[in-house]
Nanobody, 130 residues
């Protein structure tokens, strides 16, 4: 059974930093595309950052240069380092992972909509005050 458990959220002032973690159990992070999504109240869930099986990364324009996604395959943990936080970064952040379909699409992150990810964590709240 696959479980994704996020941690590291909290409240921070604008300009501050947080690091989110997502511990994956029953799942091999080295084999699949994984990502972080966020959802603010009244808004749609949006993809923030993605990392494929090789370790190549993709970011939303709104976080480029401020956020860094990484993973520790030995520990099966996904991270999101968030620097220079802004009030508009306030949201619930979710870790997401591909559900295996045994195709090359599992490994790469060409498809990055929320519908392309079958496993989700429970979310961790990030609140940035200005």
């Amino acid at each position: 059974q696959v479980q994704l458990v996020e941690s590291g959220g909290g409240s921070v002032q604008g300009g501050g930093s947080l690091r989110l973690s997502c511990a994956a159990s029953g799942y091999t992070t080295s084999r699949y595309c994984m990502g972080w999504f966020r959802q603010a109240p009244g808004k749609e869930r949006e993809g923030v950052a993605f990392i494929d099986g090789k370790g190549s990364t993709t970011y939303a324009d709104s976080v480029k240069g401020r956020f860094t996604i990484s993973k520790d395959n030995a520990k099966n943990i996904l991270y999101l380092q968030m620097n220079s936080l802004k009030s508009e970064d306030t949201a619930m952040y979710y870790c997401a992972a591909r559900r295996p379909t045994y195709s090359s699409g599992d490994y790469w992150c060409a498809r990055r909509s929320s519908a392309d990810f079958g496993y989700w964590g429970q979310g961790t709240q990030v609140t940035v005050s200005s």
